[in-house]
């Protein structure tokens, strides 16, 4: 027998996906109240059941979306959730709206998804995605980078 298959997490990564896949109690993962300031451009905000508010950017909602495709690059790139790409450095830079949704789109009981004004529309993010991104402060502080 070889040693294919075989993979060795080390106890850190090992942690650190326990954290991450622990189970959220459901009134942090359920919002009480979900508001996309579409025209205002200015992001969403939930308001959670257990009374926490979380608010992102369009731009961080854009980069951190959790369509396999995004996923993917973002872990070649070594990119977070929400962590802007790096912009080549040219002496032309190609001027990029910033992102937008222009339609948002709740997802069964569990989500949200957003057709953003690149074209993109195949992220589904579930309240638990967003509640584990949550992008204030308090939160961030508590995230293992
Ligand atoms: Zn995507
Ligand atoms: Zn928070």
Not at 29 to 46: C, D, H, L, N, Y
Not at 84 to 109: I, N
Not at 122 to 130: E, N, R
Request: hydrophobic share 30%; with cysteine.
């Amino acid at each position: 027998m070889g040693h294919e298959g075989i993979r060795f997490v080390s106890e850190e990564e090992a942690r650190r996906s326990d954290a991450a896949e622990r189970e959220l109690p459901s009134d942090a993962k359920v919002p009480a109240k979900v508001r996309v300031f579409k025209s205002e451009g200015t992001g969403m905000e939930i308001v959670w059941k257990d009374g926490h508010r979380s608010h992102w950017d369009f731009a961080w909602l854009r980069n951190a979306c959790p369509c396999a495709t995004c996923h993917d690059e973002r872990k070649r790139a070594g990119r977070k959730p929400g962590e802007p790409k790096q912009q080549p450095q040219t002496l032309l830079p190609m001027y990029q709206a910033p992102p937008r949704p222009e339609t948002v789109t709740p997802v069964g009981h569990y989500a949200i998804s957003f057709h953003w004004n690149d074209g993109h529309q195949s992220g589904i993010y579930s309240w638990d995605y967003l509640r584990r991104h949550c992008a204030c402060e308090e939160c961030a502080t508590q995230q293992v980078s």
